[in-house]
């Protein structure tokens, strides 16, 4: 037998960014619609003061707060980030082009519960300009991938990729534009199947759970 989602507790998000949050807001549009059901944006938070994607937020009327790292050791900062998610019942947390490696103690504290997204087929090209290092690499095939957070960069287990064919016309540009499109439904899918609740992370696998799969097709 199946729960639906509305017998489910609310998912609060507790979104992470540092720039231009098109994936925010493409999270955000998803609830608007009614794509998520059983999530909410609990809180948006910036490192950096005046990122665009926190002025949206404000735009929207979403909880937001504005926790500058500049300065302040990782671990510092990570407290103070975490203290904000706890304030505001956090049980999802959504890296959104969020530019800061977190601490192994704040991924400890929620383990499988920090979602990142990142504009490849991992393992391929982790860390910076991975569409530029896709382009230069010549690959034929590129896209995006939403894994669960862990202590090492662009690692953990993988929840949803799509992929992406790469053009004869493709610059690094046009690619990178391409791929965006792919991320902002690639994490409304991720943050879906998380809520859903209907899997485990078996090792680096996610796995969906069988007998709720089945049973959600009778
Ligand atoms: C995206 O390409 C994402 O994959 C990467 O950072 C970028 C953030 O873009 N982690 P936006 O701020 O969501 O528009």
Known sequence: MSISQTDRPLTSLGILLSGRGS???AI??????????GAEIAVVISNVAKAPGI???KELGLPHAVLVSKGLKREEHDANVMACLRAHHVNLVCLAGYMRLLSPGFV?????RILN?????????PGLEAQEQAFAYGVRVTGCTV?????????????????IPVLETDDA?????????????????AIGRVVSGEYEVRGRRYVKNRDQAAGNRE
């Open 28 to 37: 955000a549009e998803s609830i608007r619609a009614g794509r998520l059901k």
């Open 23 to 25: 994936n925010f807001l």
């Open 147 to 163: 894994h669960f957070v862990d202590e090492e960069l662009d690692h953990g287990p993988i929840v949803v990729q799509r992929a």
């Open 173 to 189: 540009g046009s690619l990178a534009a391409r791929i965006l499109k792919e991320e902002h439904l690639a994490y409304t899918e």
């Open 108 to 112: 400890a504290a929620f383990r499988h």
């Open 55 to 57: 002025e949206k937020a």
């Open 117 to 125: 997204i990142h504009p490849s087929l991992l393992p391929a090209f």
